[in-house]
């Protein structure tokens, strides 16, 4: 089981950018991919962007596409989203979360093992 904490997450205005953080303990941190997943009120939790147990290849939804980045330090047992140009739709708790192998887990929930608590993103018009 990996125990995972996300950080960063604030209010901030259109435009602006913000870096999330998820830092993971409990399992060899590069044996793994991660993911990004929000979830906005009113709605359900959605795929953002994923990485692999090595970060060589990244994976990204349409909608953040050029916009997000996500990233990982591997030896720091830490995974990062750099979000830019973020829109108000942007708004969501955003989770963290831990494939069951290095390889890409794909976009659906049922792909990743374990969950950080999320942190809080708003983006104010």
């Known amino acids: 089981q990996v125990q995972l904490d996300e950080s960063g997450g604030g209010l901030v205005q259109a435009g602006d950018s913000l870096r999330l953080s998820c830092a993971a303990s409990g399992r060899t941190f590069s044996n793994y991919a991660m993911g990004w997943f929000r979830q906005a009120p009113g709605k359900e939790r959605e795929f953002v962007a994923a990485?692999?147990?090595?970060?060589?290849?990244?994976y990204y939804s349409d909608s953040v596409k050029g916009r997000f980045t996500i990233s990982r330090d591997n030896a720091k047992n830490t995974v990062y989203l750099q979000m830019n140009s973020l829109k108000p739709e942007d708004t969501a708790v955003y989770y963290c979360?831990?494939?069951?192998?290095?390889?890409?887990?794909?976009?659906?929930?049922?792909?990743?093992?374990?969950w950080g608590q999320g942190t809080q993103v708003t983006v104010s018009s």
């Open positions: 990485i692999t147990g090595g970060g060589l290849i990244r």
């Open positions: 979360a831990a494939g069951r192998g290095s390889i890409y887990p794909g976009r659906l929930e049922a792909g990743y093992d374990d």
